[in-house]
Every structure is written in structure tokens, then in C-alpha cells.
């Protein structure tokens, strides 16, 4: 069974995580990804370490393989006639062009969405921004912290008097993934119309859309959210705990689960404070202290096994070495080997979806720079019927 988009063709002129990420899933799930780099420095993440790896003269940024699995690389300057020439063949037989440029930047190297529709009417594009293409800062680099600030989520990370950025470039990675739905509907659409369209979001959109019922705490009942640690705002309780050995996470999601957590504690589920979960966010502090006392009495796996008994969700807080030395992990394929031309095996994570029927794939490692200027120059020109002269 070939994978859902095989037969598709991708270009991708996006760079650093929020662009490369939704061509990465995008190569994951079949599509022919044909990423164009500026000559001799190529994306900026090819720079973004420690940690590199490989020998000197050769290292390889960690934090570009994370982005760039299923793609082809080939080096242009779009400012110059080659590099416009190349990208309008790219583009003549693409059925999807991803670019994060600031707003106006294509529209200045001639390849405005009018041009690009011209060249090709089936292309979908996506577009992705740092705060929108329009509006009144439409303007302003995108970067993932300052979206993460700007959109409200440090605000509801970490303490309330410490705003915290999530662990990961969340922004960047939301709107990677959003992305990718609005390309799927895009080409879904253009099967019916014949004709693409513009695919637009941006890390601000795609933080605030995620917002989920912190939004509505301030939009619908006029609460403005704060950070408050490891506990749900609206679920008690629900949250890390200190076990006799490390932490645990409890989720009790329902007042049935609740009777069932409390007689695993020990705790009157009536107690007039924590008869309810109303009553239980209210006396969250006071919540934790109690069940505290008592699981602090024995290791978490005690806890973890005692718990799993009456149905109730619990975890332990795993490193990253943890995870994926985790057989769970790896048994739902969320670790890849790649064959790299300079670093030979490595292990990447995997991709987040699979399909039932379908074999594991086999995954191409990250390409080095230009690793394919020749190649897909040569495909251009089987496909125009001439030999073009701009590769070589």
C-alpha cells in the first residue's frame, strides 16, 4: 500500500521549524518534499547548536534533523535569475509550495500569489506568519517564545508570579500542524474545483486557537487565566504529586473516580471540603497537602499499581532517555532509523500518524545541503523534455 500522498510534490521554501515541520509531515505521508536552500548556509537550523554531531568539518545540527526527515535539498538564490528560474519549474509541476517569509517578501522576488497561480492554478500554498498577513502588525518576525509570550500561553505555564514557555517551540510546532490540515483541505477541495488556493496561518493563530477552555474562561465567563504549576484550573484532583520516590500524575476526571481515588487514599470522599469537584478546586491547596501525606508513604509504582486497580489514570514523569528506551514508544513507531550520508545509522523520533494496512515506511535521514542539486534538476528537465543548462 503507497502512502496517502504519494505522487504529490511539495516545495519547500520555508526554513527554521514552523515551515520545515509541516513539510516534514507532509514527506511522512508521501509527498515528494523538495526543500530550496540558500546556497553555502542553507536553512538557519543547519546552525542551531549544541549539540552537533559527526566530524568537524562535517557537523550536523541535531535540531535540523528534527525538522527535515523525507526531503530533498536543493540550493538557490531566488534573488538571482537562476534561482527565479528554478523556482518557477519547481513550481510549474508542484502541487504544494510552504513559505514563511515576512509579508510582502515573495510578492519582492516576483513570485506573488498572483504569480504563483499563474504559473501553476492546482498549486496550494501555504503561508505561514509569525502574527498574520495583515492587521496592524502583520509585520513582525515570527519567532516561537515571543509568539508563545504575545499569545497568551506563558501566561498560563508555570507559576503565577513566573511565566513559563512551554518545553518545546509549541508555537512554531501548532502551526506546522495546522498547516498541514488546511493543505489536506486544500487538496481535497481542488479535487472537486480543479483550482488551488492560499493556505494562511501563523503562530499567533495557531497558539490562540488552542486556547481550548482557558479561552472561554475569559471570553464567555470574563476570568482572566494565570499559570498555577502542575494542577488543572478546573479539575481537582488532577496534577503532579510527590510519591516516597519521585513524582506521580493522578488525573480523576469524574465524582465516581473520585470515591475511587479517595478509598485508595484513605480520605472520606463526603469530607465536606472535597465533596465536590466545585469544592475541590476551591480547597485545592489543602487537597494536595492531604493526599500528599499519604502518598509520600510509598514509591509511586505502589501508587501507580493501586490505582490502575479501581480505573483511574495515573503516570510517572519520564526524561527523554526514559521515553524513548520506553517499549510503548517504540512499539507505536515513534522511533525511526535513518541511513544519513555522513552520520550512517541514527534514530529520529517518528511520525504521529499511522495508517492501518499499511507497512512502517521506510524514512529518508535529512539531506545534507544541495544533496539533490543535480538530481532534481535532472527530473525538471525529463519532465520539460529539455536539457535546461541551470544545473549541472
Known amino acids: 500500500m503507497s502512502a496517502p500522498l504519494t505522487g ?4 519547500d521554501l520555508s526554513r527554521a521549524l514552523a515551515g520545515p515541520h509541516a513539510g516534514m509531515m507532509l514527506g511522512d505521508l508521501g509527498a515528494r518534499v523538495i526543500k530550496v536552500e540558500v546556497p553555502e548556509h542553507g536553512d538557519e537550523s543547519r546552525g542551531w547548536g549544541p549539540p552537533f554531531i559527526g566530524p568537524p568539518e562535517q557537523a550536523v545540527s541535531t535540531y535540523f534533523l528534527s525538522a ?26 508542484a502541487d504544494v509550495l510552504i513559505e514563511n517569509f515576512r509579508s510582502g517578501v515573495l510578492d519582492r522576488l516576483g513570485f506573488g500569489m498572483e504569480r504563483l497561480h499563474e504559473l501553476n492554478p492546482r498549486l496550494v500554498v501555504l503561508s505561514i506568519t509569525g502574527f498574520g498577513p495583515d492587521g496592524p502588525e502583520a509585520g513582525r518576525a515570527g519567532y516561537d517564545q515571543i509568539a508563545q509570550g ?3 500561553l506563558m501566561s498560563l505555564t508555570g507559576e503565577p508570579d513566573e511565566p513559563t514557555k512551554v518545553g ?3 508555537a512554531d510546532l501548532l502551526a506546522g500542524v495546522h498547516g498541514v490540515a488546511g493543505v489536506l483541505a ?4 481542488r479535487e472537486r474545483t480543479g483550482r488551488g488556493r492560499v493556505v494562511r496561518t501563523s503562530l499567533l493563530s495557531s497558539v490562540v486557537g488552542v486556547h481550548a477552555f482557558q479561552g472561554t474562561r475569559w471570553t464567555v465567563a470574563g476570568e482572566v487565566p494565570h499559570g498555577i504549576g502542575n494542577h488543572h484550573p ?9 510519591a516516597a520516590d519521585g513524582f506521580l500524575q493522578v488525573a480523576v476526571g469524574s465524582e465516581g473516580q473520585w470515591r475511587g481515588f479517595a478509598a485508595v487514599v484513605g480520605l472520606d470522599p463526603d469530607e465536606p471540603r472535597f465533596a465536590s469537584n466545585r469544592l475541590r478546586v476551591q480547597h485545592r491547596a489543602e487537597l494536595v497537602v492531604a493526599v500528599e501525606e499519604v502518598l509520600t508513604t510509598r514509591p509511586r509504582d505502589h501508587w501507580l499499581a493501586r490505582l490502575d486497580e479501581v480505573g483511574i489514570a495515573s503516570g510517572k ?3 527523554l532517555d526514559e521515553v524513548y ?3 510503548q514508544t517504540r512499539s507505536q513507531g515513534l522511533l525511526v532509523e535513518v541511513e544519513h550520508p555522513v552520520l550512517g545509522t541514527v534514530q529520529l523520533p517518528g511520525p504521529a500518524v499511522r495508517f492501518d494496512g499499511a507497512a512502517p515506511r521506510e524514512h529518508a535521514a535529512p539531506p545534507l545541503l544541495g544533496e539533490h542539486d543535480k538530481s532534481v534538476r535532472a527530473w525538471l528537465d525529463e519532465l520539460d523534455g529539455t536539457d535546461d543548462g541551470d544545473g549541472g
Open 8 to 11: 504529490y510534490v511539495v516545495v
Open 68 to 93: 527535515n526527515r523525507n526531503k530533498e535539498s536543493v540550493t538557490a538564490d531566488l534573488k538571482s535569475p537562476d534561482g527565479g528560474h528554478l523556482l518557477t519549474r519547481l513550481v510549474r509541476h
Open 150 to 152: 504575545e499569545a497568551g
Open 168 to 170: 518545546v517551540p509549541i
Open 186 to 189: 486544500a487538496l481535497l477541495e
Open 234 to 242: 478546573s479539575i481537582a484532583p488532577y496534577g503532579l504529586f510527590h
Open 317 to 319: 514523569v519520564r526524561t
Open 325 to 327: 528506551t520506553w517499549e
